[in-house]
Structure formats: structure tokens, C-alpha cells
């Protein structure tokens, strides 16, 4: 039987992964699913609290996760969109015109 | 109980393996498709941890609707392969070497508290069911109504923040994209 450092293990490397994403990428549609790969990671961390704990709690945090990260999802992809519109790249670098 | 541990590697596998392609793919329209394969992999986690409930939100919601969401983004940008550039920063020595420093200093303390920690044993394994989705539900309208309640304003307002954001340009084509 699989014990709790294992998923913590598990989501500490996917959080990992998540984040090395986020800093090494150069393009703003892989950096924002690489947040969603980060919180996948904690909501695995959720999921196995309350399964070890005996609590139900962790999946009702899971499921508040899943529907702020459908919302992030949707403003950031707007974003997106309405940033390609202005400068045509994804590369975040591209975007600093509001720099002083 | 070794079957548990053989499916647990399994997922595990699955998931990391198709996390890391995910972050090394140069082309986005992989990337997302490998994202699929992840949550796939996390909702088998899931339904080891005996949480059958998160397990189909998972893979209806993440895997059905966010992703597709993604998807049609990529699409809607016909976004380019991604340049590989060598950033700046990354240059420099002495960068890397602070990295690397935290880098080692947060593996020493995952590797610390991992070992010192008390695992938990997994609580009453088979004699309690796994949490129902009717239970579930009865804490989420009962409990958590407040935070529930809360949640819909957030998708109201991620909703009407995504129209604003990404439709207002339809009536001033004009412009040009010199912004």
C-alpha cells in the first residue's frame, strides 16, 4: 500500500516540474498550463491529506480548486488573446510596453 | 495490497512522465494533448485514494472542458513553435549558482522533513467506505454553502472579465495591431 510520502513525493515533483515550467518557458500558453500542472500537485496533496486523515474535506477543497482554476483558466486565456492581439508573439518577454 | 503499490507506480509514472514532455514540448498543441494524458494519470491517483468523485471531475471538467479551452486558444493563434532562445539571465554564473544553491537547500529540507516525518497509516483501510458523492454533496450546500455561493459570483465574474477582456475589439477592427 502506496503511504502519504508517496503522493507527497509525487506532488512535490509534479509542483516541481510545474514551476521549472513557469520560469523556464518562453511561451504564455505553456506557462499557464504549467500552473495548472502546479495545482493539480496541491490538489493531489488535498486528496491525499484527507484520504489518510479520514476526512472528506480535502475532496470539497478539490472541487473549490477545479472551479478557480476553470476561472483563471478563462481570464488567462483572455489575456492571452487580447495580449497576441496587440503584439502578435507568446513569448512574455514581448510584453513590457508597460514599463515607465 | 502490492497490487495498490503496482497501480500507484503506474499512475505515477503516467503522470510525471507526461508532465515533463508537457514542459519540454516545443509545440503547444502537444503540450496540452500531454496535459490530458496527466490528468488521466492523476485521476487514477485519485480513485487509489478512494476518491471516485474528484476522479470524474477531473477528468470531465479538467481533461473535457479547460483543456479544450486551452485547445481552442492554441488553435485560435495558430501559435508558432516556440523559438528557443536563450534567456539572459540564465547566462550568468553567478545566476546559476544561487540557483543551484536553493535548488539543493530545498531538496535537503524535502529530504529532512520527509524523513522525520510520522507517515500516516492508511486510517481504517477497508472497513470505512470511500466518501459518497451524496455525502459530498450534503457538506458542500450544507457547510460550505457560503464558499459554494462564493464561487458561482467568481465564475460569473471570470465570465464576464473573459468577454471584456478578449471581445472588445470586435468593433474596432480598424486599428491595425500597431496597439
Redesign the interface.
Known amino acids: 500500500m502506496a503511504d502519504l510520502n508517496h503522493y507527497l513525493i509525487l506532488s512535490g515533483l509534479l509542483f516541481t516540474i510545474g514551476t521549472a515550467g513557469v520560469l523556464l518557458r518562453r511561451n504564455v500558453i505553456t506557462v499557464l498550463l504549467s500552473i495548472e500542472v502546479m495545482l493539480n500537485a496541491v490538489n493531489l496533496t488535498f486528496i491525499a491529506f484527507g484520504r489518510f486523515l479520514g476526512s472528506s474535506d480535502g475532496q470539497i477543497i478539490v472541487f473549490f480548486v477545479i472551479t478557480v482554476a476553470a476561472a483563471e483558466a478563462a481570464v488567462g486565456l483572455a489575456l492571452v488573446i487580447a495580449l497576441f492581439r496587440h503584439v502578435e508573439t507568446l513569448n512574455p518577454d514581448a510584453f513590457r510596453q508597460l514599463r515607465g | 495490497?502490492a497490487f495498490?503499490?503496482i497501480l500507484?507506480y503506474l499512475f505515477?509514472a503516467i503522470?510525471?512522465g507526461t508532465?515533463?514532455l508537457?514542459?519540454v514540448?516545443s509545440n503547444?498543441v502537444h503540450?496540452?494533448l500531454l496535459?490530458i494524458g496527466?490528468?488521466i494519470g492523476?485521476a487514477g491517483?485519485?480513485v487509489?485514494?478512494?476518491?471516485p468523485?474528484?476522479a470524474v471531475?477531473?477528468i470531465i471538467?479538467?481533461a473535457g472542458?479547460?483543456m479544450v479551452?486551452?485547445l481552442f486558444?492554441?488553435m485560435?493563434?495558430n501559435?508558432?513553435r516556440?523559438?528557443i532562445?536563450r534567456?539572459s539571465m540564465l547566462e550568468s554564473g553567478a545566476t546559476r549558482a544561487v540557483g543551484a544553491l536553493l535548488a539543493l537547500a530545498f531538496a535537503a529540507e524535502?529530504a529532512w522533513a520527509?524523513t522525520r516525518?510520522r507517515?500516516?497509516?492508511?486510517?481504517?483501510?477497508g472497513d470505512?467506505p470511500a466518501?459518497s458523492v451524496p455525502?459530498?454533496g450534503q457538506?458542500?450546500f450544507q457547510e460550505?454553502a457560503f464558499?459554494f455561493e462564493a464561487?458561482s459570483i467568481?465564475?460569473l465574474?471570470?465570465?464576464v472579465?473573459?468577454?471584456t477582456?478578449?471581445g472588445r475589439?470586435l468593433s474596432k477592427n480598424d486599428q491595425g495591431?500597431n496597439?
Open positions: 495490497m495498490n503499490l500507484f505515477a503522470a510525471v508532465t515533463l508537457v514542459v514540448q503547444p503540450s496540452v496535459l496527466s490528468f492523476l491517483l485519485y487509489l485514494l478512494e476518491a468523485f474528484v471531475i477531473q471538467v479538467y472542458a479547460i479551452l486551452f486558444v492554441v485560435l493563434l501559435a508558432p516556440e523559438a532562445v534567456s524535502l520527509l516525518s507517515t500516516l497509516a492508511m486510517s481504517h483501510a470505512t466518501f455525502q459530498i457538506r458542500i460550505y464558499a464561487t467568481l465564475i465574474v471570470a465570465m472579465g473573459a468577454i477582456l478578449a475589439h495591431h496597439g
